[in-house]
């Protein structure tokens, strides 16, 4: 009984040594048309807080650094996270975080603006957020925009506020644009229920266990079916350099954050649906 349980241990570890991914081409195939020169997709991450990028992001932003098709990735978070006083304490923390996981100083941002300081209760303005964020896509020809959906994982009012700002950001952008493919595809990570949210190494696998299913129905199956979501699952290097980049993070590492690290679905699974212009 013993043999077998250890046999089974091995096998789960096995299963979770390496990262799977699902339908990365959809975040990182549409960077033709942005210039005549850009033949690289530029992916901004878009978050809120320091610290939103290794706690709920890093399966995705690990998984592209190491994607055969190099994308450019560049980070803009829209407040230096001062509710409690230490915004310049949690500014230099987010410089380490992302260090860690190897976005480059020239290719990263914190803003500081006065309609957008970090409050549990407050709703930033989508206007606003549209009006901040505008000029670095711009500037910087960025391609995909990487956000929070509508939930916002854990319903923080200014998670979810970036959505609909991104969300208003491409509408302008497309009464403007002379052609669809000069507009970024914007793309929200997917809020789970509760309880799958917490069954963090569970959630590897049973996520790695649906990419197989997928590529096995694509493989076998007779008629065309729709496109998978973008999933992007981590294996235990990225997971560990997730924790690392948390651990930057001193001043927010009270005792329930070690629990997140231990038991949260997004140490490992990032899931993405693409927001369309003009759909809400």
């Not at 994308?71 to 260090?99: M, Q, V, W």
């Not at 916002?152 to 609909?164: A, E, K, Q, T, V």
Request: contains cysteine.
């Amino acid at each position: 009984m013993v043999a077998w349980l250890f046999a089974l241990l091995a096998l789960l570890a096995s299963s979770l040594y390496l990262p799977v991914h699902s339908n990365v081409q959809a975040l990182v195939g549409n960077a033709l048309g942005h210039s005549p020169h850009q033949h690289t997709s530029r992916i901004l991450l878009l978050t809120a807080h320091p610290d939103d990028e290794c706690f709920f992001f890093a399966p995705t932003i690990l998984a592209l650094q190491q994607d055969t098709s190099n994308p450019e990735l560049f980070s803009l978070c829209l407040s230096i996270g001062n509710a409690d006083g230490l915004g310049e304490l949690r500014k230099a923390e987010l410089h380490r975080s992302l260090d860690v996981m190897g976005i480059g100083h020239n290719k990263r941002w914190v803003v500081d603006h006065p309609m957008l300081q970090d409050n549990m209760t407050a709703n930033w303005d989508a206007s606003v957020i549209a009006q901040v964020v505008a000029p670095y896509v711009v500037d910087n020809h960025i391609t995909t925009i990487l956000t929070f959906d509508k939930q916002g994982i854990s319903s923080h009012p200014n998670h979810y506020s970036l959505h609909y700002g991104a969300y208003q950001l491409i509408n302008s952008m497309s009464l403007k644009a002379s052609t669809p493919s000069s507009i970024p595809r914007v793309f929200s990570l997917v809020t789970v229920p509760v309880f799958p949210k917490y069954v963090g190494i569970v959630s590897a696998l049973l996520a790695r266990l649906d990419i197989l299913l997928a590529r096995a129905l694509v493989s076998f199956a007779s008629s065309n079916l729709p496109p998978s979501l973008p999933v992007f699952t981590s294996g235990f290097k990225e997971y560990v350099t997730a924790a690392r980049a948390i651990r930057q993070h001193d001043s927010q590492l009270v005792w329930f954050r070690y629990l997140y690290m231990a038991f949260s679905r997004y140490m490992w699974v990032n899931e993405w649906m693409e927001v369309e212009p003009n759909v809400m």
